[in-house]
């Protein structure tokens, strides 16, 4: 048994557990929020987390909450792409 960095080991660790490591992304969700839906619509959604590939995402603006549900095939699929697999199916407006 070699040596490993500490890095590299915790990257052979997520790729042999795809289920841990959907949970590190899935962690990250609030860090690439705002590059994938801008500034202004990072400030007005709270609490964004991803729990059993569903995103769930709180605000408390009307008119971004109908925004946001019309969009949400496009949020899914940038979400997915960004991350480089399927780590969403579903996402919950609240």
């Keep these: 048994m070699g040596t490993y960095h500490i890095g590299e080991a915790i990257k052979q660790l997520t790729q042999k557990n795809s289920r841990l490591g959907n949970g590190l992304k899935a962690a990250k969700i609030e860090e ?6 801008g500034k202004t619509i990072a400030k007005y959604t709270h609490k964004i987390e991803i729990i059993h590939q569903t995103v769930f995402i709180t605000t408390h603006i009307g008119p971004l909450k109908n925004e946001l549900y019309l969009q949400k095939e496009l949020i899914i699929k940038r979400l ?15």
């Design 80 to 94: 997915n792409e960004v991350y480089g697999i399927k780590v969403v199916e579903k996402m919950v407006i609240q």
């Design 32 to 37: 690439v929020w705002e590059e994938i839906m």
